[in-house]
């Protein structure tokens, strides 16, 4: 299932349009809760991530200074987390919240990107699409493209994402598009507001 | 003085353990005194057998000065009177002598050499004949009167057994129903269980059953010979048994589940069944109650079975309703299909039988024969299947988690399963879907069947073979099916491979095309009688090529003629080798063809006013129809063949 990511900016509304019949419309979440390993001297980050999309896995990605460590479990790993309190430190909890539209093959995925704390610091509008008809990027990048540049015109991307560029011949799997939201993440946690995308 | 009076006293017992060794400290390690068996081996070491014995006989007739000086020697011989076992050492040289004396004498007496043992002459003893007659008498009367003493007691014990033998058998048979059943004791009573509640099953109906003593009263009605004067030695019935299983009333008997495929032609709803004319197996008092539990257990077994069926029924939402009527559910299986189920429960002596309210008389009486015996054991075996799910939870079992899901389930997690695959998990369908769905297949499996031997005898040139996957599921089969013409399989060949669904076919041609038809008839029937026509094409074609004839044109989708009612016609041109031949052929679905020939210069060309030159002539004559019916050839590509061969020219 081949994946991009984009993330746009918070002035410019997105007009979508009103689910009509060949839409088909229903909720979404990611949500993206970050640990940091105290247990070793370097700095060491666990990342647990939900996807509504794969309403019974858990997953959870290891990120040392070297490589990072992508695991997928069930949801029963959520509580081996919380046993887990004296050697992972939580730092902070994003999610991506929104509508879900069907197209065809085509998913599309909005979300707009909270930090849950005291108030609802809002970060920006992430914006999924999702190809579900084939698992090889390589075979439908250009037509993603496409239907891309039909709604965003000019926006659009003309190489893949930069996770994506390496793994183009690989068979797509859902750890892809969670490493893709992970990365957006940590941009998200970083800014402070609004950022445009290069 | 008071310290003059008291003196110390010390008391010491004697070492009894030497010493071993003295400590630089002072302290003292003793010698571990002697245990019971180094003790004796110590004082056994002492006998010396070589040393001669003391001679006790000789000492007797000694005076008094021998006896002083024995007294004298007895000193000397302290030590070894001493021994504790001298004596016994004595005793045993005294026997060991006498034995060899003995061995010696007799060794010399077998050989009878010098001596010989002869028997001392006895007197032989006054016979007083009537003293004589007298004892024997009195031993024989005394013999007698024991035997009859033994032979009362005997008697009296066999009497007893035969009282109480009913409670050796009683106890018999228990350890053998314990064998079988599960039985426990209820204060005064033995109480069983026949239920398969420990088998998986979770029907509120319970299997309780009682096991009793057979009376006695019911046993000692043989025969009035037996004098009083015997004791009652009546042997109990060997058909009966000691003990007696009350089983509750509403398990009695006999069930079955009758399953029914029926057209329904006219009515809307079914009327009752009629049960059993003739019960399986008239339940008999005197059944043993091996036969009587099996039976009810079958009973409870149906009765879960149908309370399942019909509870579904009625939950589920079909396109036309399941309709439950008493003790039968009906349920569409296909448009005018039905299948009823039934329990069918002969209890005792008296079979129930349902009012029949129909005007219809014989339609409602089911034949035997009917009756779908595959279909009734798919039914025990789905339930028991339930019932396994019900007690087997699959692996892994976590301490830490849920225990029940699947082993999909488990896995759907690490292998991030989306929503939609774990939708498809949670359908599970009802035991009653899935008999339905073996019926639905029942008869289109038939129809398949039917379709293709209809078709297989009507039509004879091209031979259509069916060959049945001899794997299937209840639910799925397949078969293969390949035309030839006979004389020509190695020219041409069509198969296609037709999977039989629940209510559909599946048809994949040797060319990659898949076609799903609906559950009629008809429309497998249409699809093999193009695929029919199909094969002659491709036929002719072949043979065609084989024979230097050249394709000139074919059509498979022929758009001129009559309009046929079925498909397409198809056609084809073809050349002879030399080009002065044409033969057109025209393929009809029906199985009708027509074949033309034309000449390729004109037979008929006359210059006339229009055209005149000789030329024209090439531009080929009409077609003449042939006459296919007086054709010679076995079958429609040898016709072909013999045409094509009897056109082709060799200048």
Request: with cysteine.
């Amino acid at each position: 299932m081949k994946n991009t990511a984009l993330q746009i900016s918070t002035k410019n509304g997105i007009n979508f349009r009103d689910p009509e019949e060949g839409f088909r419309r229903s909720k979404s979440t990611r949500t993206d809760i970050s640990f940091r390993d105290l247990s070793s001297s370097q700095q060491r980050t666990v990342d647990v991530l939900h996807n509504s999309e794969q309403p019974a896995s858990v997953f959870s990605i290891l990120d040392t200074g070297s490589k990072t460590i992508p695991v997928v479990a069930d949801t029963l790993f959520d509580l081996l987390v919380m046993k887990m309190n004296t050697v992972l430190q939580k730092r902070q909890k994003i999610e991506s919240r929104g509508s879900r539209f069907e197209l065809c093959d085509f998913c599309i995925k909005i979300g707009s990107v909270t930090v849950p704390g005291a108030g609802q610091n809002f970060k920006g509008v992430l914006l999924e699409i999702e190809y579900r008809a084939c698992v090889i990027p390589n075979y439908c990048w250009e037509f993603m493209k496409e239907f891309i540049q039909g709604f965003l015109g000019t926006n659009t991307l003309n190489v893949p994402p930069q996770y994506l560029q390496t793994r183009m011949n690989d068979v797509y799997q859902p750890i892809d598009t969670i490493q893709q939201y992970l990365e957006h993440f940590n941009m998200f946690r970083k800014s402070t507001g609004i950022m445009s995308y290069n | 003085m008071a310290h003059s009076m008291n003196v110390n006293v010390s008391v010491e017992t004697p070492a009894e353990s030497i010493i071993q060794e003295i400590n630089y400290d002072g302290q003292e390690i003793y010698q571990p005194p002697l245990s019971m068996s180094e003790n004796l081996t110590r004082l056994a070491q002492k006998i010396d057998f070589s040393k001669p014995i003391i001679d006790e006989v000789k000492s007797e007739p000694n005076d008094g000065e021998k006896i002083e000086e024995s007294i004298q020697e007895t000193p000397l011989n302290n030590a070894s009177v001493n021994l504790p076992f001298e004596a016994i050492a004595a005793k045993i040289r005294n026997a060991a002598t006498e034995i060899c004396v003995l061995v010696d004498v007799l060794n010399i007496a077998r050989e009878k050499n010098y001596m010989v043992l002869d028997p001392v002459p006895q007197e032989p003893p006054e016979t007083k004949p009537m003293a004589h007659i007298y004892s024997r008498k009195k031993a024989l009367f005394q013999a007698g009167s024991m035997l009859t003493s033994a032979a009362e007691r005997l008697r009296t014990t066999q009497s007893e057994t035969n009282r109480s033998r009913s409670n050796a058998d009683f106890h018999i048979e228990l350890l053998r129903l314990r064998q079988n059943w599960r039985l426990k004791k209820v204060s005064n009573s033995i109480i069983g269980d026949l239920s398969y509640r420990t088998a998986g099953s979770k029907f509120p109906q319970t299997g309780m059953f009682e096991v009793t003593k057979a009376d006695d009263d019911d046993v000692t009605n043989t025969n009035g010979n037996v004098s009083p004067a015997q004791s009652s030695t009546v042997t109990p019935n060997p058909q009966q048994s000691a003990l007696r299983v009350t089983i509750p009333t509403e398990l009695q008997g006999v069930a079955y589940i009758m399953v029914l495929c029926q057209k329904d032609d006219e009515r809307l709803f079914n009327t009752s069944i009629n049960l059993l004319s003739s019960p399986a197996a008239p339940s008999n008092p005197d059944m043993h109650w091996q036969q009587k539990l099996e039976a009810a257990q079958n009973v409870l077994f149906c009765k879960e079975l149908f309370n399942q069926l019909a509870k579904e029924a009625v939950q589920l939402q079909a396109p036309i309703p399941h309709m439950v009527i008493g003790n039968q559910i009906t349920a569409t299986v296909l448009p005018n299909i039905q299948l009823v189920i039934g329990l069918c429960h002969s209890s005792g002596n008296e079979i129930t039988k349902q009012s029949n309210n129909s005007n219809l008389t014989n339609k409602t009486t089911p034949q035997k024969s009917n009756h779908d015996h595959v279909l009734e054991h798919s039914l025990h075996q789905l339930l028991r299947e339930v019932h396994h799910k019900n007690t087997h939870h699959p692996f892994p079992h976590p301490s830490s988690g849920p225990l029940g899901p699947s082993t999909k389930r488990y896995l759907a997690g690490p292998n991030a399963a989306d929503r939609y695959e774990l939708l498809s998990l949670t359908k599970n369908s009802t035991l009653l879907e899935q008999i339905i769905e073996q019926a639905q297949h029942f008869f289109m499996r038939i129809r398949a069947e039917q379709v293709l031997d209809t078709i297989a005898k009507q039509i004879k040139d091209p031979i259509i073979i069916s060959h049945w996957n001899s794997l299937n599921s209840p639910t799925q089969s397949s078969v293969r099916v390949t035309i030839i013409s006979h004389g020509f399989d190695f020219m041409c060949r069509t198969s296609l491979l037709v999977h039989v669904l629940q209510k559909s076919f599946r048809c994949i041609c040797k060319d990659g095309k898949i076609m799903n038809l609906s559950y009629e008839c008809e429309e497998l029937r249409n699809l093999i009688l193009c695929q029919i026509y199909h094969h002659q094409m491709v036929g002719i074609q072949n043979i065609a090529k084989s024979m230097g004839w050249q394709l000139l044109a074919s059509t498979p989708y022929l758009g001129i003629g009559n309009v046929e009612p079925l498909g397409n016609a198809s056609s084809s041109i073809l050349a002879s080798p030399l080009g002065d031949r044409l033969i057109a052929i025209r393929c009809e679905p029906q199985g009708k063809v027509h074949v033309s020939i034309a000449h390729s210069p004109r037979k008929d060309f006359f210059s006339g006013q229009l055209v005149k030159e000789r030329k024209w002539e090439n531009l080929g004559g009409p077609f003449k129809e042939v006459r296919w019916d007086k054709m010679e050839g076995k079958n429609f590509l040898n016709k072909m063949e013999l045409l094509m061969a009897s056109l082709t020219s060799s200048s």
